[in-house]
């Protein structure tokens, strides 16, 4: 089972990239896609779940690259 120190680290990742997406919503306001001479509005929820996926991506890529493991040291037997 993860430690609770970790979870609490993932979910704040996961909060601070839905705020970010957030933030990049109401900053852009009205954001649309076009394909093939169709339209089609994008409201801010998809946009806020992009972030928080992104942002627990991030968390992800400081795991793999190490971040937050301690390293045990080897104990000396005594002879």
């Not at 972030?51 to 795991?63: D, E, I, T």
């Amino acid at each position: 089972m993860a430690d609770k120190k970790e979870l609490l680290k993932a979910g704040g990742a996961t909060a601070a990239g839905a705020a970010a997406g957030g933030v990049a919503a109401a900053s852009l306001g009205g954001i649309g896609l076009a394909v093939g001479g169709t339209a089609v509005s994008v409201g801010a929820a998809p946009i806020v779940a992009a972030g928080a996926v992104f942002g627990l991506a991030g968390y992800g890529l400081y795991r793999l690259f190490g971040g937050g493991k301690k390293k045990k040291k080897k104990k000396k037997k005594k002879q």
